[in-house]
């Protein structure tokens, strides 16, 4: 059967609210994964890979037993059975893993799930940029674990709200985004989109503003609640067969109605004031053709253009006056911000300048892996080894395939005396 075929039939069994039936017929029909792929057990989880993802194993197998233990803390329940963890080489093959079409995936940048009792991502290696791996990881166990925990009746809206407070709280204190603050800064309470229209699922909201706005909503609910143990106790409430607003009443120890209304007020209060101009959206994304069309602003734009091909001649103070002035009008956009730096360091100068852009363009886009990149460089070539084998470290969590990235850090942790890790990232240099 092909892909296409079996993909309508799956589809089908869901439209028709056979879920019992579908789980069958899908389990039945597909094999785990396409031929090819290799096993790892690793505590209570089962990693399954191919081997051109071999490569995640080396970060993925130190880190992810301790983020397990950190969410399984935070829930106080660990799952008894072996949970496998899946990783596509694809963009086609996880969609149809994961039961959504290829355009949805697209999209709304879809590279993770958790589904029929598995979870599932789509290599880091398939997008141009990579992503947050690790995080979308943890982001699905969190969702495993809420469904555990309510006995899968946890509504969708609750459900996402809570994965997406967890997917960054193993390395770092629950926020939002810089990309986040935007869009809740520019959205009029009128303009919110409603809870139950979230359901069936946030990747079928219309377009990526939608769903950026509604992943951004969700996490303020939880970061408004600001108590995580209620949470649980929800959670256990809904287990039981309350249904959600009242179980959230008796929680909250507040009407639903006063809830929402403090809620919607929390919001224009705490980011009124958030705008930060040319920061990224968290979209994740398959298809870059040209980044400076896709991530540069009109106002901006024409500069970009014009400081990258002055750039290429090697007319480097003339690039590096197009940068600054287009820095001006997108001063938090990390695509001027490394492009600039490019300069400073192909110029030899403004070393602490460069320094000062990266860092906080670091802070305002996370995901972005180049300016870990260029950070890590400029650190290793002050000699600040740890400052730099931090920054390196974390564009091995966003896109450990860039080959570069691999060479700098055999180079840090030889200097550091680390040297079986440092054979490792040149094993991994030499190999890719």
Known sequence: MSKKILFIVCLLFIIAGARADFSLAYTSSVPVMPAGYSEKPLGHFLIRYYPADRLLLEYLLPQWLKIADFLEEKFAFKPAEIIPIEIYPDKSDFSIAATLPEEIVEKSGTVGICKFGKLMIVSPRVLPWGYRWLDTLAHEYTHYLINSLSAGKCPLWLHEGIAHYCDTWWRKEPELSAAEKNILSKTTPDKLIPFERMSPSLVFLP?????????????????????????????????????????????????????????????????????????????????????????????????????????QMKELAAAERQFSLALNDEPDNPIIVTKLVRCYLAEGKFIPVATELLEKSV????????????????????????????????????????????????????RLGLFDLARRELAIYNSY
């Open 207 to 311: 377009t990526p503003e939608d769903i950026s706005l509604a992943f951004a909503e969700v996490k303020s609910v939880l970061l408004y609640l600001n108590d995580f143990s209620r949470v649980k106790d929800l959670l256990t409430k809904i287990a039981a067969g309350e249904k959600t607003e009242p179980a959230w009443e008796s929680v909250l120890a507040e009407p639903w109605d006063k809830f929402v209304f403090n809620w919607q007020k929390y919001l224009q209060e705490k980011f009124t004031d958030s705008e930060s101009r040319g920061v990224i959206s968290e979209i994740k994304n398959y298809t870059i053709k040209d980044e400076i069309a896709q991530f540069v602003g009109p106002d901006a734009r024409g500069r970009v253009y014009l400081g990258e091909k002055l750039y």
């Open 363 to 414: 802070a305002k886009n996370p995901d972005y892996y180049v300016s870990y990149i260029l950070l890590g460089e400029i650190y290793l070539g002050n000699n600040e080894l740890e400052k730099a084998k931090k920054s390196l470290t974390e564009a091995t969590m966003i896109n450990p395939f860039y080959r570069p990235l691999h060479y700098l850090l055999s180079q840090v942790y030889s």
